[in-house]
């Protein structure tokens, strides 16, 4: 077999010199970064190739003129065609270390695998994830430029990373800490490198912890946020939590300030008569503090206010009204709600412009009509501010989800599945 070698700025470009040299018969070997793309200076890659002996030579290449189909093809096409090839000679490889039953000697004791034969399967596998990064490096021709220059073992997460709604700037400043503390050893496959960057991201995360009420004392929980972002059917779901499915069954009340929508005050009530808990009306700041004297029985007292545009200062400061006014000696924990699926910048926007409420902590929903959440992480990032809850849907109890940082990564790299989050 005659071995050559073909270079190129792209592991596509060297790719595409070798199958007009040699043609498609020929045996991927190995794929190699020469030299790192740097500031003025690309990248370099080499494969290596092994073409048989009596191969017939490739035909020469015709002028694009005379090929229209070739012209035609779409550049996402030819990457598909390329990728085919290198996983081809992945399965060559595969086939060469396949050993039956039949092939193996017949002895009464377990036999040890041959040196040779556990070197054959080590070389599958760093294979099988050099075609993963070819794959991924496709995408970064593609990709917009980063300032900083990922290494080709960091491809396939950065991807995954960017392609999540993640701010630019907070991928890099990760990409940037994975880098740089980031053990060598754990740099020689895709795998090690998402488990670590997983890990880091975890910790990035800060999630506020469900806790009971102190003896003697109540939770008031006070849900703020958009017009039709899920907060009234939120507010029945962590009724319906404390009242009956924890342990410990708690008294729950219910105070609406959302009176300029019939529609949410009668949902709610018509919730507050199903699970038989009080529940008070506010139309003015005023008679925020006698709603909640008026409950003072309750475990926990849950508040739901009336949406409105992140840009209607106007009831964000009657919202504001009713906490500055209260005389009472209950501490509201405001939660912030916001929809998962519009874009960071979006997030940002409605958070700032609540912000002036006290914000404690942040509850996203509609988790199942989304499949990007680099948005999430991005706003955590930002403002430090803990995730409490998830919600997932519009069941109620059901699709409620106490938040965990294990939980926002997992729906980060993966995306979201309804089995996980039960």
């Known amino acids: 077999m005659k071995i050559l070698t073909f270079s190129g700025a792209t592991p596509a470009e060297a790719l595409k010199k070798a199958q007009l040299e040699v043609g498609e018969e020929a045996m991927l070997i190995?794929?190699?970064?020469?030299?790192?793309?740097?500031?003025?200076?690309?990248?370099?890659?080499?494969?290596?190739?092994?073409?048989?002996?009596?191969?017939?030579?490739?035909?020469?290449?015709?002028?694009?003129?005379?090929?229209?189909?070739?012209?035609?093809?779409?550049?996402?096409q030819k990457s598909s065609d390329v990728l085919y090839n290198i996983s081809a000679a992945a399965k060559q490889i595969s086939k060469i270390a396949e050993v039956t039953e039949e092939e193996r000697p017949s002895r009464q004791t377990p036999v040890r695998e041959s040196e040779d034969l556990k070197r054959i399967k080590e070389e599958i596998e760093k294979l099988g994830d050099k075609v993963k990064l070819i794959q991924n490096m496709f995408w970064s021709e593609k990709s917009p430029k980063t300032t900083a220059a990922i290494p080709p073992e960091f491809a396939e997460i950065y991807r995954l990373a960017q392609q999540s709604g993640m701010d630019q700037e907070h991928l890099d400043e990760i990409m940037h800490l994975t880098l740089e503390h980031m053990p060598s050893k754990m740099r020689e496959s895709s795998e090690t490198v998402k488990r670590y960057f997983q890990v880091l991201m975890r910790k990035m995360i800060p999630v506020r912890l469900e806790s009971a009420p102190r003896p003697g004392s109540k939770k008031v929980i006070m849900l703020v946020g958009p017009t039709g972002v899920g907060k009234t059917t939120s507010i029945a779901k962590l009724a319906a939590r404390f009242s009956y499915l924890l342990e410990k069954k708690y008294k729950v009340g219910l105070v609406v300030l959302d009176t300029y929508r019939i529609g949410a005050v009668e949902q709610l009530m018509q919730y507050a008569r199903m699970m038989k808990l009080g529940i008070e009306t506010v139309v003015d700041p005023p008679e925020f503090s006698s709603a909640l004297n008026a409950l003072r029985y309750s475990d926990y007292i849950l508040i739901d206010t009336m949406g409105s545009s992140p840009y209607?200062?106007?009831?964000?400061?009657?919202?504001?009204?009713?906490?500055?006014?209260?005389?009472?000696?209950?501490?509201?924990?405001?939660?912030?709600?916001?929809?998962?699926?519009?874009?960071?910048?979006?997030?940002?926007?409605?958070?700032?412009?609540?912000?002036?409420?006290?914000?404690?902590?942040?509850?996203?929903?509609?988790?199942?009509?989304?499949?990007?959440?680099?948005?999430?992480?991005?706003?955590?990032?930002?403002?430090?501010?803990?995730?409490?809850?998830?919600?997932?849907?519009?069941?109620?109890?059901?699709?409620?989800?106490?938040?965990?940082?294990?939980?926002?990564?997992?729906?980060?790299?993966?995306?979201?599945?309804?089995?996980?989050?039960?």
């Open 30 to 76: 190995e794929t190699r970064e020469v030299q790192k793309k740097s500031l003025g200076k690309s990248a370099l890659y080499e494969i290596v190739v092994g073409v048989e002996e009596n191969a017939a030579p490739a035909p020469k290449s015709k002028a694009p003129s005379d090929e229209p189909f070739m012209k035609q093809r779409p550049l996402a």
């Open 312 to 422: 209607d200062k106007g009831k964000i400061e009657k919202i504001y009204e009713c906490l500055r006014d209260n005389n009472t000696d209950y501490t509201v924990d405001v939660v912030l709600v916001m929809p998962s699926s519009i874009k960071y910048d979006d997030l940002k926007a409605t958070y700032e412009n609540f912000a002036p409420l006290g914000i404690d902590t942040m509850m996203f929903t509609k988790l199942d009509e989304t499949r990007g959440f680099g948005n999430i992480f991005s706003l955590v990032y930002e403002t430090k501010v803990p995730i409490s809850y998830f919600s997932v849907g519009q069941e109620v109890p059901e699709d409620l989800v106490v938040a965990t940082s294990d939980f926002l990564v997992d729906c980060l790299m993966n995306g979201f599945n309804r089995g996980e989050s039960a």
